[in-house]
C-alpha cells in the first residue's frame, strides 16, 4: 500500500515590511511544532522514502527541523507553492515508484488535496493546522485519484 503524508509548515514569523513571501522563516513556536511532529513520524514509524518541498524557506526549516526521519531522498519543487489540489496530486502521482512520501507544503492546497483524495470533494475544507499531518493510504496498484484514499492518520502539535 502506497501512503502519502501531508505536512503543512509550521508556524511561520508574520513577513517584514518588503520581505518575499518565500523568505518567511519559521518562529520560535514553529521550530518547536517541526520537531513534535518529527517526533511523531518516528514514534509511528512513519519515514517516508521521498521527501517534497515547496522552494518557501519555512517547508525547508520544516524539513530541517523534523531532525533524522530517515536518509530519504529530497527534492525542492517549485510547484508546491501556492499549487492547487490537481497540481499537487499530478505532483505527487509522478512519484509513484516511491513506496511513502512526504509532501510538505502550504495551505490552503494541502487541506484541499487531503479532502480530495479522500472524501473526492475539495470544497471549503479548513482542516490542516500548522504543522498538521493527514497521512493517507492507497489501495495497490491505483494511481493518485479522488475518493480512492483512506485517511489513516490525522495529528496536530
Known sequence: MRELILLRHAHADAPA????????????????????????????????????????????????????????AVCEEAAIYDASPGTLAALTDTHAEARRVLLIGHNPGLEQLAALLHSGQSGSYRGMPPAGIAVLEFPAGTSIEPGVARLARFWWP
Not at 518541498?53 to 530517515?70: N, V
Open 17 to 72: 515590511i518588503g520581505e518575499d513571501d518565500l523568505q518567511r522563516a519559521l518562529s520560535a513556536t514553529g521550530l518547536a511544532e517541526a520537531q513534535a511532529a518529527g517526533d511523531w513520524l518516528r514514534e509511528h514509524a512513519l519515514l517516508p522514502d521521498l521527501v517534497l518541498h515547496s522552494p518557501a524557506r519555512r517547508t525547508r526549516e520544516t524539513l530541517t527541523g523534523l531532525g533524522d526521519i530517515g536518509a530519504p
